[in-house]
Each structure stands twice: as structure tokens, then as C-alpha cells.
């Protein structure tokens, strides 16, 4: 998806135009507006003639509603590619609808969605199938990581190996006996304490 291609559209409609003004609205050189004018030509997003002479006008005519493929093309990406690819695209001058439409379909992929009653939900993609949700069963790292955002642990290790806690509040180690202090009114999966 070119930038450029997709400001252009957003900016000139089809009829009589500059190079120059096309060139200042892209941030180029004349020169180089008309190289990529020709190369879009040649793509069949759009027909330029050029006006020769002193008075002649140039004439552009877009071929192609250039927004609409390119959100059929993010779409694809948003599905098919890594996120952080095609995240970098949502910041292009999107209208309004079609916005909401792509950052609606890149959070669904992403795993967050908010419903138009304002109520907030996670979706959590799955990619590999899983057979059970019980702790002991986590066989992979994708059932595990998985089962850990379901379940409370005792504690959690952080990315630098240290130990944080989660249901138990401290704890004392001996050489042969862990003890650990649970936090007040820690419900079993029952709803026991």
C-alpha cells in the first residue's frame, strides 16, 4: 500500500489539476510527483493526460476507488500477517466508517472488544486447539498461558526471575518446608475459603 497513492486519492478528485499542486500536496518535486503518476498510471489506478502548451490543463481520472482496495488489502492483512505489520497502516486518513471498521477487525484479532453498550470484553484467539482448562492438564505452552489468565496462582515469576506474589501475601522457606501466608477470603474453585 503506497502512501502516497492513498493521499493523493484523498486529496485530488478526478478533473483538471497541477503536477505542482499535486507535488506540494505529496511533499515532492514535480519530477518526482510525475514518476510516481506514471507509475500508477501504468498500474491502472488512475489515467493522467498531460496538459501541453501555455493554458492546457492537466486531466486526472481515477480508475480505481483507491480507500476501497486498500481496505480490502489491510483487511487481508489484518487476518493473514502479524500484527505489527499491519498496525502501521491504521494511521493513514481513513474516513470515518471505514476507520471504525479496520480498528474494530484489528481488535477482534488482537483479543479486546468493546460492545456498543460500553460493556468491555476479552477475546482470547485461539490457534491450537485445547482439551480442558484444569491446570494439570497445561501440557503445552499455549493451554498453560492459557490456564494461567483463568486461574489464580500462589505466586508469579517476572521477566527477571523474580518471585512476585498473587494469592499468597509472604512466605518462609527452610531447607525442607515451604509455608506459605494466603491473603484474607481466598476462595477454592468449590467457593470455600
Known sequence: MNEYLFTLWKSVESGPVRVEDMAQILHLSPKQTARYVKTWEREGWLSFTSGRGRGNVSKLTWLKNVEEVYEQELTTMIEEEPIEKSS???LMDWSPE????????????????????????LIIPRKYPFHSLHPLDA???HLAN??????NRLVAIDERGG????????????PTRLRLYLKKDVKFHDGSI
Open 88 to 90: 502501521k497502516y491504521l
Open 98 to 121: 471505514r476507520k471504525t471498521r479496520l480498528l474494530n477487525h484489528f481488535q477482534s484479532k488482537f483479543g479486546f472488544k468493546q460492545t456498543v453498550y460500553e460493556i468491555d470484553q
Open 139 to 141: 501440557v503445552h505452552l
Open 146 to 151: 492459557l490456564v494461567a489468565t483463568v486461574y
Open 163 to 174: 518471585v512476585e506474589p498473587e494469592i499468597a501475601h509472604s512466605w518462609n522457606m527452610t
